[in-house]
């Protein structure tokens, strides 16, 4: 059994800064990407930003140069963190990470249950 927890969404006025943070835990062989979707109310769900597990990021256009993604791979653990912030960001937060249950198994796609960031003033 795999889970993903996520930690760190909240309220924020426009221009602020938050934090986000998951930390992937149970049965995992190898973890591969780890990364970060969001879904807004009538929205479909967008890539923000992924990482590879050799630290290579991938931001989605809009977050660029104000998000930064990053890892820590001992403790399987990804972190968003998000500077000027926009009404726009407000959305559900989802950690996503790709990764395998044993050796010989298929990567697979696992998400965490989403955190709401609010963003207004």
């Known amino acids: 059994q795999v889970q993903l927890v996520e930690s760190g969404g909240g309220l924020v006025q426009p221009g602020g800064s938050l934090r986000l943070s998951c930390a992937a835990s149970?049965?995992?062989?190898?973890?591969?990407?780890m990364g970060w979707y969001r879904q807004a109310p009538g929205k479909e769900r967008e890539l923000v930003a992924s990482?590879?597990?050799?630290?290579?990021?991938n931001y989605g256009d809009s977050v660029k140069g104000r998000f930064t993604i990053s890892r820590d791979n001992a403790k399987n653990t990804v972190y968003l963190q998000m500077n000027s912030l926009k009404p726009e960001d407000t959305a559900v937060y989802y950690c996503?990470?790709?990764?395998?249950?044993?050796?010989?198994?298929?990567?697979?796609?696992?998400w965490g249950q989403g955190t709401q960031i609010t963003v207004s003033s």
């Open positions: 990482i590879s597990n050799g630290g290579s990021p």
């Open positions: 996503n990470a790709e990764l395998t249950t044993w050796r010989f198994g298929p990567p697979k796609d696992y």
């Open positions: 149970g049965s995992m062989f190898s973890v591969y990407t």
